[in-house]
């Protein structure tokens, strides 16, 4: 397991790509997991902080959804019980008008297969936001459309909106979220850690 978080933390793939972007930063993988997880958390990709830090969702987003998860720091980042793998395992950059760019595909045809073989005692899944749900659904649904359909996949698999600031408005449009999913979802959670 070292060698393969190792080899992804020193993947340089897209070194060309993130020189060209508005931000024009250097590579950072963040690889986090191990094959002892058993909730899987996938994501989008990391943002500027997390590049920064080289902690997966240490940023607001990290902490709505840990509130989502009902789970502590502790717990969340404890790497023997929870993997966090997004699509991208770098910050992809921001484009000129200072929107994030999509995680590069090469990042997931690269490693996302190796990565969830040694992700065999997964018990749950829970994906972040419309590209995690493509890949790993294999959805063409829209965000709002997918977490909707949630009852059809739990209690094994949620789709989430991103927990960006910018979805507080989808939440305040959406009630059923936090009044049907979230209490579904954080029982869940305890279910798979606890148990």
């Known amino acids: 397991m070292t060698e393969l978080t190792d080899q992804i933390s020193a993947c340089r793939l897209c070194a060309d790509r993130f020189a060209a972007t508005h931000t024009a ?17 996938a994501g ?10 080289g902690k997966p969702f240490d940023d607001p987003s990290g902490d709505r959804l840990r509130d989502w998860l009902g789970l502590s720091v502790d717990e969340f980042y404890d790497q023997s019980r929870v993997a966090i793998v997004p699509m991208a395992f770098c910050f992809p950059g921001y484009d000129a008008k200072g929107s994030d760019l999509p995680p590069p595909r090469i990042c997931g045809e690269t490693w996302h297969e190796e990565v969830m073989q040694t992700l065999a005692g997964i018990d749950m899944t829970v ?9 790993h659904m294999g ?6 459309e997918t977490v909707k ?7 094994n698999l949620f789709p989430l909106p991103h927990p960006s600031w910018r979805n507080t408005g989808w939440i305040k449009k959406n009630p059923w979220f936090e009044t049907d999913l979230l209490p579904e979802l954080r029982t869940r959670v305890r279910e798979v850690l606890d148990g």
């Open 25 to 41: 930063h250097e590579p950072r993988p963040v690889a986090w997991f191990r094959p002892s997880a058993r909730l899987l958390i």
């Open 127 to 135: 994906l972040v936001g419309g590209y995690a749900h493509k890949y």
């Open 139 to 144: 959805v063409k649904s829209g965000v709002t």
């Open 149 to 155: 359909g949630w009852q059809a996949h739990a209690p």
């Open 44 to 53: 989008q990709a990391p943002g500027m902080r997390v590049h920064k830090s």
